[in-house]
């Protein structure tokens, strides 16, 4: 409307005085720069108002992709914070699996090396009884042989040949006559 009233005021003027030249400068550019701004306001309205839009569409955009982006980053930060928890529960346990076959280990260790100390144990007390009893056998022999050295000897010394042949015929009558 305020276009319109200057509009009618310069047509008055022209009509009044005739066509010629306003050497008000004020008057003037302010004249020129309501024209100038209506002009663009009325035909840069529609390509303004497009620019605009076009950019509150992209700007709405990317705002949406980032959101988007931020919430794909949360889920897979929340999926590797998942994976960390799964893979630490894991290494917990393979720790307490392997030190429980470490345990079950040094005490299979041990148990065996307690079986074979007891069998060696064993083993070196057979070995003493063997060993005793055959130096008892040998020392019944070595006893029996001088006993025997020792009788035969007396038995020479005491025995003359008459004797001799009356313990042979006795012998003899023993074992042939009974």
Known sequence: MGIFLLASEVEAEVVEHGFGLNTDILETNVINLVIIIGVL???????????????????????????????????????????????????????????????????????????????????????LETEQERVLKELRQRVAAMALQRVESQLQERLDDDAQNQLVDRSIALLGGR
């Open 41 to 127: 306001f009325y035909f840069g309205r529609g390509f303004l108002g497009n620019v605009l839009s076009e950019r509150r569409n992209s700007i709405a955009t990317a705002i949406k992709e980032a959101e988007q982006r931020k919430k794909d980053a949360e889920a897979a930060l929340s999926e590797a914070q998942k994976k960390l928890a799964q893979a630490q529960a894991e290494a917990q346990q393979i720790r307490a699996a392997a030190e429980d076959r470490a345990k079950q280990a040094r005490e299979a260790i041990l148990a065996q090396g307690a079986k074979d100390l007891e069998r060696l144990r064993a083993e070196a007390a057979r070995d």
